[in-house]
């Protein structure tokens, strides 16, 4: 039966409550808003399926793999690519897949704002994975949905944070040919106990909210900000030094634990495909148009390389070397460290209100104030690149390569 020590052996993934016969794993809240099992002793039968499906308990430290190539991709759609976090590349994985009569599972963010993993099986609802969720997902039964879809021998593409691909990997125990991964190179998880008190902050401000990008392009891909938008069509659009969920995700205040510690930070992985951002394209080639976004892509696989040949028409492309794509990536290397006020944001957290608590430890200071408008102002003037290295921050990373 799985024991949970530390919150930092948990990366919240549920493979366990899909696995267990019995039924009788929960995930329930903690104090700050995560889930983790709960084993309902009564009915355990002492089966260990939890333990031997856990994706932390069964890591395997990946070897280097000799067929991984790597490439960077723009989708030549310009609607898709706009909508998107970065190039585009997801979509255009799952438009193979559904071409393929196949079924796509990604992360959605749902009418009532919850973050969770849903099944999709047309391409017009493909927009809902597009733009990444900072947001911890709930996975919910996607993991047994799509091993039925697996065993009823339909096309698969599952897509996730590398824990919870390393965790389909677990619940599942083989390999299927009609499966396709797509991991993310992911920084870290917020906390949806927190984003529900703060996203019901914002409605109570702005009124019903009907879409909430938490990487948009208006102001161009070198300066993604936040964007809300209300039923009246107004929009609140912030960048990173201002807006209040961006600055406690990226300072590691409301991030899982277990991220602080992540096993699955490595350039060698379980998946077909790794995505992540590629803000200097054209430190890779000139001609790569840098304001719309890119896409860096790790093709672990030989499956993966043939399903490249395939959708490499729709995208503009250049195949670049691995060693230099993963260079400097310190997301795919490094965990983040938690906020050094992280214990104590947590203790007032189910006292105060979310304004009191974004007052407290993150007011709109003056300097605060002289880094939004000029950066704005200089966003304007198209001088973003200089930007993004004055604000880049690089104390924020725990020295821990795999
Ligand atoms: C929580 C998180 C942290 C990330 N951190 C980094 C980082 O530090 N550095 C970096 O370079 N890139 C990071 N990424 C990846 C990056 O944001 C883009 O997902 C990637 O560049 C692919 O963009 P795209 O335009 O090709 O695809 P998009 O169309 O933007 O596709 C988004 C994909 O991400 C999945 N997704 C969305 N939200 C979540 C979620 N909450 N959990 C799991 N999967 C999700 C969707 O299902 C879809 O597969 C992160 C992504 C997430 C979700």
Same mark, same amino acid.
């Given at each position: ?22 039924? $009788? ?21 002492? $089966? ?5 499906? $856990? ?11 000799? +067929?991984?190539? @790597? ?16 190039? !585009?590349?997801?979509?255009? +994985? ?7 009569? !196949? ?34 997902? =709930?996975?919910?039964? @996607? /993991?047994?949905?799509?091993?039925? =879809? ?12 590398? $824990?919870? +691909?390393? !965790?389909? *990997? ?16 992911? *920084? ?24 909430? *990008? ?41 991030? *899982? ?15 077909? =495909? ?47 070397? @691995? ?9 795919? =290397? ?27 430890? /993150? ?40």
């Amino acid at each position: 039966m799985i024991e949970l020590n530390e919150a930092k052996d948990c990366c919240g993934c549920g493979v366990c409550v899909n696995s267990c016969p019995k039924k $009788c794993i929960k995930l329930e809240e903690d104090k700050e808003g995560f889930l983790y099992p709960h084993i309902y002793l009564d009915e355990c039968v002492n $089966c260990n399926l939890c333990e031997k499906s $856990c994706p932390i308990l069964n890591h395997i430290n990946r070897k280097e793999n000799a +067929i991984q190539s @790597a490439v960077i991709v723009q989708n030549k759609n310009h609607e898709v690519i706009q909508r998107s976090t970065s190039g !585009g590349a997801f979509t255009v +994985i799952a438009e193979y897949v559904i071409n393929r009569e !196949g079924v796509v599972f990604g992360v959605a963010m749902q009418d009532d704002y919850f973050v969770r993993h849903i099944a999709v099986q047309n391409k017009d609802e493909l927009w809902k994975f597009q733009n990444s969720k900072y947001v911890q997902s =709930f996975v919910g039964n @996607a /993991y047994s949905q799509a091993k039925d =879809f697996l065993d009823s021998g339909r096309l698969v593409c599952f897509s996730g944070t590398p $824990c919870q +691909i390393e !965790g389909l *990997r677990c619940y599942l125990g083989e390999e299927y040919k009609n499966l396709i991964l797509v991991d993310v190179v992911c *920084r870290a998880v917020p906390s949806p106990g927190v984003w529900k008190k703060y996203i019901m902050m914002e409605i109570k401000k702005y009124g019903k909210i009907i879409s909430v *990008r938490f990487r948009d392009k208006t102001l161009g891909y070198q300066y993604s900000t936040m964007e809300i938008k209300n039923e009246q069509g107004r929009v609140y659009r912030e960048g990173i030094e201002s807006q209040p969920w961006l600055r406690m995700f990226f300072s590691g205040m409301i991030i *899982r634990p277990s991220c602080a510690e992540c096993k699955f930070r490595s350039r060698y992985r379980y998946s077909d =495909f790794t995505i992540w951002d590629c803000f200097n394209v054209s430190s890779f080639d000139k001609k790569f148009d840098e304001k719309i976004g890119t896409t860096r892509m790790l093709i672990h696989t030989e499956k993966g390389k043939e399903i490249f040949k395939y959708i490499s028409q729709n995208f503009i492309y250049k195949v670049i070397d @691995a060693e230099l794509a993963v260079k400097d990536v310190r997301e795919m =290397f490094y965990s983040p460290c938690m906020h050094t006020k992280r214990d104590m944001f947590f203790e007032e957290f189910s006292k105060c209100d979310m304004q009191e608590l974004i007052q407290k430890y /993150y007011p709109e200071s003056l300097m605060i104030k002289i880094k939004k408008y000029l950066r704005l102002y200089l966003n304007k003037l198209g001088m973003d690149i200089i930007i993004r290295h004055l604000f880049k921050k690089d104390k924020d990373y725990i020295n821990m390569r795999k």
